[in-house]
Every structure is written in C-alpha cells, then in structure tokens.
C-alpha cells in the first residue's frame, strides 16, 4: 500500500514540477527572444546611423579615380582620419568602403578601412584585395549594387570578432551610380553578457518556486488526497482478485470531498457489477464472434474491387478513379473496371437491393458473372441478358441489381453501353460535365425474359464519364432533404478541370459538408474514367491529346520514347523537351476556351540527321513567333514581359516556322542530331 502511495505522490508531485518547468522556460524563452529581438534591431539602427554619418563624410565622385590611379591625396587622408575618429567615437569595430567586383560580388577592394584600436585587428591598406566575402552577405551586396539603397534584411553573425551586427550602404557618385559600398560592423558582446545574466535570473527564480511549491503540495496532498485513493485502490484491487461481496472498510473515507463520494460509488458499483459480470460474459462472447466475422468480410469485399490506381500505368490514353464507402460493415455497391482485351477497356457500376451480408454476397455474384460475360468483341446487351438468367435462378431472397456497363475502344474513342435501371451517368464534354440521357432497361434478377439493348456514344481527347449509385443523389441531410442531380452536376463543374483521383474526393466532400451530421442511410460508390488521348492507329508517330497543361506530360514522353529510338544526345532532347513544355502550354493557354484537341506528330530526316516536331490546333488563330524578341541585354526590371519562352525554342531549335491553314494553327520545330 505504501508502495502504491509513493507511486502517486512521485506521478503528481512529477507532474506540478513538469508544468512548473514548462510554464519557466516559456517564460524565459519568450523574454529571452523579445530581449534579444529588441537589442539586436537597436544595436543595427545604431550600426546605419553610423553608416549614415560616415557617408557624409566621403567624396564619392574621387573613390573610382583613387583606384585607378593607385594614388590617394590630402583629401583621401583627412577623410581617412574622420572615420578613424568615428569608428572610436560610435564604439564600432569596424568603418569600411569596398568596391565590389560585380561579377561573383565574393572579391573586395578596400578604399577606406578604419579599425577600431580596441579589437586588436590591424586595418587593409588602401587598395588591398579580399576574395573571401562571407557567403551569407552576397545577397544583400547584390541588392545594394543593384538598387543603391541598404541591406534588404537584417545582417547578424559571429566571427573571430565576437558577436557583431553590420550595415551596409550603397556609396553613389554625382551622377547616381553605386560606385562602392560602406559598411559598418558593430560589437554586440553587452547584449550577450546581459542576456546570460538575464537566464540566470530566470532560472534562480523558478527553482526557487519549484522548491516552495513542492513543500506546500507534498504536505496538502498526503493528507487529502493520497491517503484516502490508497484506501480506495486497495479495496478496489481486493474486489478485482476475488470478486467477492464489499466490504465495509470504505465506510471511513466518507465525506471527504469528492473522494467520499467516490468511496460511496466504489461500494455500490461493486454490488452491481458482479450481477452484471455474469450476464454480460454470454452477450460479449456473441458479439466479439459477429464482429470478427463482419471485419473479415469488410476486408473480403473490399479486396474483391479495384483499389489499386492508376490501375493501368501502360495506358496514357486513360485515367480511371473509383471510390466506395458502404452504409454498414459490407455493402450492397460495387464497382469493377478491367481490360477485356489490349485495346478495350471495361467500366461496371452497380446496386443490390438491400445492404448488409445479403447484398454483399448477391453482389458478389452479380460482379463475378457480368466480368466473366464481358468478352471481345461481344454485344453488352446479350451480355446483361445471360447474366439476368443467371441471376433469376434459385433468387429466394428476391433481390435485383441496377447495373450500368460500358466498354471505351481505346484506340477510337467508341464508347458502347448497356443500362439495367442503373442512375444516367454524367459525360463532360469541351470542359462541362452534362447528364447523358440514355434509355435505362429492366433491372438484373428481375424478370428472366428481360432483354437489353446496346448504345454507343463517341468520346473525344478530353472527355470524361462519371457513374455512381442512388446514395449519392439520394444522400439525406438533417432536414431530410436529398442531396439530388442538381447539386451533384454543380460540383462536377465546379471541379471540371480536375483529375478522376481529384474529383471523386471533391464530390465526396461536397456530399459530406450536406448531410453534415445526419447518418449515411445508403452506399456511396462513384467512379470516374477519363479518356485522355486517342492514339493514331495507322500511324504510331501522331498522337491527338487534350490541350490542357495536365497533358504536357503525355506529350513529351510521346516524343522522348521516339527520341530514343534515334539515340537522341542528351542535350539536344532537354532542348526539344524544354521547346515542347513551351509550345503546348500556349495550345493549352491561347488556342481554346476551355479546351479542345491538340495533334502532335514527330517526323525524321535522314540526311542530315534530323526530327521535325509539329503542333497542331483548331483553334483561334495566334501565331507565337509574331511577337518581337526581347531585348536580353536589359536587366531584368527593364525587359517588357513575355517572349522570352518562344525567344528561347527559336534559339535552340535549328528552324522554327508557323502558318495558319485549313482553320489550323500549324507549328513545326526541328532539331538536327548529327554532331
């Protein structure tokens, strides 16, 4: 027992002097960080008035003559004397002017250099040369150089002249022009010392409070509060060991605040729990089985879905995402997508009436025998009519299915369909998602004579098909309302230009932010595939694409894969890769609005060595060549915007030409290999 005491007492004396601690080294710290934030930014106001001063002093238009000349005068010595009087006076370490060589700003030609006699260091003579600038001080040289103002930040460091701040001043002629650089590096060795004292202030006085706090506690909790709980605890462990009936040894902590009332509580409970042990040990035994087995058919049937994506990495004419959350443990949705050969791709969403294992298990089937059905070449309608037989047969239970199947032929674009009662999907077309309002046949597992038809709709570069089940449309918010096809189509285009992995969790969540906290009544399953390019089956060297940025991926490993083919040197595909990135994010920015196809063909030459790249559109007309080259001889500031990328591709390309023909923009780069 006193063991279990002293375990209490160290955890909750332990915990005071923890919290004691924390809340002393928050305060420290902040203090410490405002003090030293405070002082630092003085000390380097001081530092720029000092500079400030001393650039009065200097006769800017004679520093480039002195360093020309090699020669100094009168002048040059009394200035000199000035600043040596000044880095005294203003207890500086150093007062320098430096020329600065602009081409790596790392070499230093000193022109006036005083030193403070207090630092021990000797000062550079006029004309002395210095290539080690600290790295950490090229951007602010660069800055100063470029706009003759100060340092843009804060300059602080601590070097073999102790801690010290620095400023620094562009030094301008008559005519405006930085002809050198002032600096001024101030001591902050009292800052430091006061700092340090300021920590053990801090840190006296806190463990003074821990010491007092700890007396006053340890006396206050032996008395009320660890006595009493070990009293508790050892009739609590008794009661644990050997179930039997409570004793009455509680009886004397009774009325000690709210330990009392725990005693009392203790006393009753264990009255009540030894009933309750027994009738609970059936029912949890029941439960633990029920539950085990729902877990494991969880994890079977979500292992039964694709959930692997991008499910088809080989394929970059299309991008597929799908997504299910079920009502309950297992779920009557499912989803499916797979080849059915190298060039057709299958997509199946469907419904089982009911939810739970029954559903579960109908749905199972119904996945097995629609994928098993789905063959080459096959009509979709016979396909759903051989599985709704297969179905109807031994259906006890009376359940159906609402199912959608459709197959894209990757290499045209051709989507064909059947629908058994399922919801119509969405199609986007040129950037907008629009319900396609196709005919909807009989559910499966309903009749065994029902018959399907098959539909076909043509799917462009670009387009998209999302398919869900009712509990999307038919979630239920707090008020009962559904969340319907209106809401759903909205936030389809509001997310339009996203991705399928990217759009079903936009949906999900606008789904989620409407019910808010109201229970999901229904199955959640969405999917969405995306057909993404349309490849040239007559000719492997032409690809239609989508011209959106999204593509640009696509559209240069398009060209690398047959760059590679030729032994492409290195340099010259980063060159076209770069002209690529150029060309088509200007299809993609200009050509459209929204989108639409973009061609891109790769040609070779033999003699010279040679590939020819052309970019076509049906878009506006806009021709990128017709804007004048920049002018790269201005800086930066003074160049007008944009330009630059074409200035670039017609730089690295060996031709690059554009005409306008039969409603196309046509541009074509070439690049000769041949060394």
């Given at each position: 027992?006193?063991?279990?005491?002293?375990?209490?007492?160290?955890?909750?004396?332990?915990?005071?002097?923890?919290?004691?601690?924390?809340?002393?080294?928050?305060?420290?710290?902040?203090?410490?960080?405002?003090?030293?934030?405070?002082?630092?930014?003085?000390?380097?106001?001081?530092?720029?008035?000092?500079?400030?001063?001393?650039?009065?002093y200097l006769n800017p238009d004679k520093l480039e003559g002195y360093l020309q000349t090699g020669q100094t005068d009168e002048e040059y010595d009394a200035i000199l004397a000035r600043l040596d009087d000044l880095v005294v006076s203003s207890n500086c370490n150093f007062i320098y002017v430096a020329k600065i060589d602009e081409t790596d700003y790392m070499t230093t030609t000193y022109i006036y250099d005083s030193v403070n006699p207090a630092t021990g260091f000797s000062r550079y003579e006029f004309g002395y040369v210095s290539r080690d600038v600290d790295p950490n001080?090229?951007?602010?040289?660069?800055?100063?150089?470029?706009?003759?103002?100060?340092?843009?930040?804060?300059?602080?460091?601590?070097?073999?002249?102790?801690?010290?701040?620095?400023?620094?001043?562009?030094?301008?002629?008559?005519?405006?022009?930085?002809?050198?650089?002032?600096?001024?590096?101030?001591?902050?060795?009292?800052?430091?010392?006061?700092?340090?004292?300021?920590?053990?202030?801090?840190?006296?006085?806190?463990?003074?409070?821990?010491?007092?706090?700890?007396?006053?506690?340890?006396?206050?909790?032996?008395?009320?509060?660890?006595?009493?709980?070990?009293?508790?605890?050892?009739?609590?462990?008794?009661?644990?060991?050997?179930?039997?009936?409570?004793?009455?040894?509680?009886?004397?902590?009774?009325?000690?605040?709210?330990?009392?009332?725990?005693?009392?509580?203790?006393?009753?409970?264990?009255?009540?729990?030894?009933?309750?042990?027994?009738?609970?040990?059936?029912?949890?035994?029941?439960?633990?089985?029920?539950?085990?087995?729902?877990?494991?058919?969880?994890?079977?049937?979500?292992?039964?879905?694709?959930?692997?994506?991008?499910?088809?990495?080989?394929?970059?004419?299309?991008?597929?995402?799908?997504?299910?959350?079920?009502?309950?443990?297992?779920?009557?949705?499912?989803?499916?997508?797979?080849?059915?050969?190298?060039?057709?791709?299958?997509?199946?969403?469907?419904?089982?009436?009911?939810?739970?294992?029954?559903?579960?298990?109908?749905?199972?089937?119904?996945?097995?025998?629609?994928?098993?059905?789905?063959?080459?070449?096959?009509?979709?309608?016979?396909?759903?009519?051989?599985?709704?037989?297969?179905?109807?047969?031994?259906?006890?239970?009376?359940?159906?299915?609402?199912?959608?199947?459709?197959?894209?032929?990757?290499?045209?674009?051709?989507?064909?369909?059947?629908?058994?009662?399922?919801?119509?999907?969405?199609?986007?077309?040129?950037?907008k998602y629009t319900p396609e309002k196709i005919r909807a046949g009989f559910v499966l597992a309903g009749m065994d004579m029902t018959r399907y038809r098959m539909g076909s709709l043509q799917m462009e570069p670009g387009d998209a098909i999302f398919q869900y089940t009712d509990g999307v449309t038919e979630a239920t918010n707090g008020q009962n309302e559904l969340y319907g096809m209106e809401r759903l189509e909205a936030v389809l285009n509001r997310n339009a230009d996203a991705s399928p992995d990217k759009l079903l969790p936009a949906v999900k969540a606008d789904i989620?932010?409407?019910?808010?906290?109201?229970?999901?009544?229904?199955?959640?399953?969405?999917?969405?595939?995306?057909?993404?390019?349309?490849?040239?089956?007559?000719?492997?060297?032409?690809?239609?694409?989508?011209?959106?940025?999204?593509?640009?991926?696509?559209?240069?490993?398009?060209?690398?894969?047959?760059?590679?083919?030729?032994?492409?040197?290195?340099?010259?595909?980063?060159?076209?890769?770069?002209?690529?990135?150029?060309?088509?994010?200007?299809?993609?920015?200009?050509?459209?609005?929204?989108?639409?196809?973009?061609?891109?063909?790769?040609?070779?030459?033999?003699?010279?060595?040679?590939?020819?790249?052309?970019?076509?559109?049906?878009?506006?007309?806009?021709?990128?060549?017709?804007?004048?080259?920049?002018?790269?001889?201005?800086?930066?500031?003074?160049?007008?915007?944009?330009?630059?990328?074409?200035?670039?591709?017609?730089?690295?390309?060996?031709?690059?030409?554009?005409?306008?023909?039969?409603?196309?923009?046509?541009?074509?780069?070439?690049?000769?290999?041949?060394?």
């Amino acid at each position: 027992m006193k063991k279990k005491n002293r375990r209490l007492a160290v955890v909750m004396v332990a915990s005071i002097v923890a919290v004691i601690v924390i809340l002393s080294v928050i305060v420290a710290m902040t203090g410490y960080q405002q003090f030293t934030n405070v002082l630092e930014q003085q000390y380097n106001d001081t530092a720029y008035e000092v500079a400030e001063t001393a650039l009065t002093y200097l006769n800017p238009d004679k520093l480039e003559g002195y360093l020309q000349t090699g020669q100094t005068d009168e002048e040059y010595d009394a200035i000199l004397a000035r600043l040596d009087d000044l880095v005294v006076s203003s207890n500086c370490n150093f007062i320098y002017v430096a020329k600065i060589d602009e081409t790596d700003y790392m070499t230093t030609t000193y022109i006036y250099d005083s030193v403070n006699p207090a630092t021990g260091f000797s000062r550079y003579e006029f004309g002395y040369v210095s290539r080690d600038v600290d790295p950490n001080y090229v951007d602010d040289l660069k800055h100063i150089l470029t706009t003759g103002g100060r340092a843009e930040k804060y300059l602080y460091s601590y070097t073999e002249s102790g801690a010290h701040t620095t400023a620094g001043l562009a030094v301008k002629d008559s005519t405006g022009k930085v002809v050198a650089v002032i600096g001024v590096e101030k001591s902050m060795t009292v800052l430091y010392g006061a700092r340090s004292t300021y920590i053990l202030w801090v840190a006296s006085i806190a463990a003074a409070i821990v010491v007092l706090t700890l007396l006053v506690y340890l006396l206050w909790l032996n008395g009320k509060v660890i006595r009493p709980i070990a009293e508790i605890t050892g009739e609590a462990q008794r009661f644990a060991i050997d179930g039997e009936n409570p004793a009455t040894s509680l009886k004397a902590t009774e009325n000690r605040y709210e330990i009392g009332v725990l005693a009392s509580s203790i006393l009753k409970m264990e009255a009540e729990i030894k009933q309750y042990i027994d009738n609970l040990t059936a029912v949890t035994a029941e439960k633990e089985r029920i539950g085990a087995e729902l877990d494991i058919a969880t994890h079977i049937q979500a292992s039964m879905l694709p959930c692997i994506f991008p499910p088809f990495p080989d394929k970059p004419e299309v991008d597929i995402y799908a997504s299910m959350n079920p009502a309950k443990e297992v779920g009557g949705d499912f989803y499916d997508f797979f080849m059915v050969d190298d060039t057709h791709l299958a997509i199946v969403m469907a419904d089982v009436s009911g939810k739970g294992v029954p559903a579960a298990l109908f749905m199972v089937i119904g996945k097995t025998l629609i994928k098993d059905h789905t063959t080459p070449g096959r009509d979709l309608g016979e396909v759903f009519m051989e599985v709704n037989k297969l179905l109807c047969e031994g259906n006890g239970e009376e359940l159906f299915i609402t199912a959608f199947e459709g197959v894209l032929d990757l290499e045209t674009g051709q989507f064909n369909f059947v629908n058994a009662g399922h919801e119509m999907p969405f199609i986007r077309r040129k950037g907008k998602y629009t319900p396609e309002k196709i005919r909807a046949g009989f559910v499966l597992a309903g009749m065994d004579m029902t018959r399907y038809r098959m539909g076909s709709l043509q799917m462009e570069p670009g387009d998209a098909i999302f398919q869900y089940t009712d509990g999307v449309t038919e979630a239920t918010n707090g008020q009962n309302e559904l969340y319907g096809m209106e809401r759903l189509e909205a936030v389809l285009n509001r997310n339009a230009d996203a991705s399928p992995d990217k759009l079903l969790p936009a949906v999900k969540a606008d789904i989620d932010a409407f019910v808010g906290s109201a229970p999901q009544f229904d199955d959640i399953t969405m999917l969405c595939l995306e057909y993404k390019k349309m490849m040239n089956a007559s000719d492997p060297n032409e690809m239609t694409v989508e011209a959106t940025l999204e593509n640009i991926p696509a559209v240069t490993a398009f060209v690398d894969e047959r760059l590679e083919a030729l032994d492409c040197p290195m340099k010259a595909q980063m060159q076209i890769d770069v002209a690529i990135d150029e060309l088509f994010s200007n299809i993609a920015r200009y050509a459209y609005d929204p989108s639409g196809p973009a061609t891109v063909r790769v040609d070779v030459d033999q003699n010279p060595l040679a590939v020819r790249i052309t970019f076509i559109d049906h878009g506006k007309p806009y021709d990128p060549l017709a804007k004048e080259d920049p002018d790269v001889t201005l800086s930066a500031e003074d160049r007008q915007i944009g330009g630059l990328g074409i200035f670039m591709v017609k730089k690295s390309m060996d031709d690059v030409r554009y005409e306008y023909k039969d409603g196309q923009n046509i541009l074509t780069v070439e690049k000769r290999l041949e060394t």
